[in-house]
């Protein structure tokens, strides 16, 4: 009975916690986040100030998650373990609560956590506003091409089938698409949106294929600058921050490969963190990596490396994340002007292709009857 009873009250303990998703928690987690630097600062305690929190919350996921943190606090677990627990915040971030508990400067620490979180959220914020513009024009473009060839095309090819004309290969194709269309419109046409926004997800957001969609916005005329400078600047706040609050440079490069979202970032800053690892300098390790220069500019380089030589390397990336934080504003700014002759082009062609296809046959039409 008692063997029972030992095991009952074993396999709670036993049992591994779950861990969370971040999903929905954005605004939240930034709230959490927030906070608690402002209350670890004016001196409360980490389980009074989570617990003071939880009330705000909405979601009851959130409520959750902090009465999971506090009790793990009160239990006399460090915060950085009891926030690594829950699994929603990324590697950097649990880095700098850790290095800030074991420093005694959680408060200054968490403090970065939060302007850092600011920033990333600021980044995110330039790239959707710039993407938001070309991803709206297309998105109309293509439905109202599809609208136009499901609801008018097909009575288009019914008017244009009764002339006895030679028809010009535009007009033909376009009839053979509107007969088609007349008649599998119901199926072709949700198959066909189900297949772009397939398509769209796994260029984009699928985990094991989003590179090829990263590859294509680095080869686009203006995403690709905004998207070098957003990473620099990136790179200098995200770097400065953790090596100023004393975080060794492999473990900041590790941390910072786990924050970025691009595949090719990531590989150099895995590259940089296993050479410093063996022993080589900054230098070495930029020059021992393919096409550095084409995502990090020679220039920012050699400024690291004299941070390097300088012992002033904290400082030498809050100043590259500063000096690229005032380009994306600009470049962000000349995006839509950059574009728009682009998707200008795009929608021309469309136009023009549609309106050749119904013009010419009717000039062929009034020849036909002149003679």
Do not use: C
Request: a positive charge; proline letters at 4%.
């Amino acid at each position: 009975m008692n063997n029972k009873t030992q095991k009952k009250v074993s396999e709670p303990v036993l049992k591994k916690k779950k861990k969370f998703s971040s999903f929905g928690l954005g605004k939240e987690k930034d709230y959490f986040i927030e906070n608690l630097s402002m209350l670890a600062s004016s001196g409360m305690t980490i389980d009074s100030a989570v617990r003071s929190m939880r009330d705000e919350m909405r979601t009851k996921k959130m409520k959750e998650i902090l009465d999971r943190v506090a009790k793990e606090v009160e239990d006399g677990s460090p915060v950085w373990k009891a926030l690594d627990g829950i699994g929603i915040f990324s590697p950097h971030i649990i880095s700098l609560v850790r290095v800030g508990e074991e420093s005694g400067k959680l408060s200054e620490n968490l403090r970065v956590v939060s302007l850092q979180e600011e920033k990333n959220r600021d980044f995110r914020s330039k790239i959707n506003s710039a993407m938001m513009y070309p991803i709206f024009v297309l998105s109309l473009t293509l439905l109202v091409g599809v609208s136009i060839a499901w609801f008018i095309l097909p009575r288009l090819a019914l008017v244009f089938s009764q002339m006895n004309i030679k028809l010009p290969w535009v007009t033909q194709v376009l009839i053979n698409l509107g007969q088609f269309l007349g008649k599998n419109g119901f199926f072709v046409v949700p198959i066909f949106f189900a297949f772009v926004l397939a398509t769209f997800y796994l260029v984009f957001f699928f985990k094991k294929t989003k590179f090829i969609g990263q590859w294509l916005l680095f080869h686009l005329p203006g995403i690709k600058n905004l998207i070098k400078e957003i990473e620099l600047a990136r790179m200098g706040y995200l770097m400065g921050a953790l090596l100023d609050a004393g975080l060794p440079i492999t473990d900041a490069f590790d941390s910072l490969s786990r924050a970025t979202t691009f595949s090719f970032y990531r590989n150099i800053y895995l590259h940089l963190k296993d050479n410093i690892n063996e022993g080589f300098s900054i230098q070495k390790s930029f020059a021992s990596y393919p096409k550095a220069n084409r995502y990090i500019p020679s220039p920012i380089q050699q400024m690291i490396v004299a941070g390097e030589k300088s012992g002033s390397l904290s400082k030498t990336f809050s100043k590259i994340g500063e000096t690229f934080e005032r380009k994306t504003e600009v470049t962000t700014k000349n995006l839509s002007v950059i574009l728009e002759p682009i998707l200008l082009v795009i929608v021309w062609v469309g136009v023009v292709s549609v309106a050749l296809a119904v013009i010419l046959p009717i000039y062929g039409l009034i020849g036909g009857l002149r003679k």
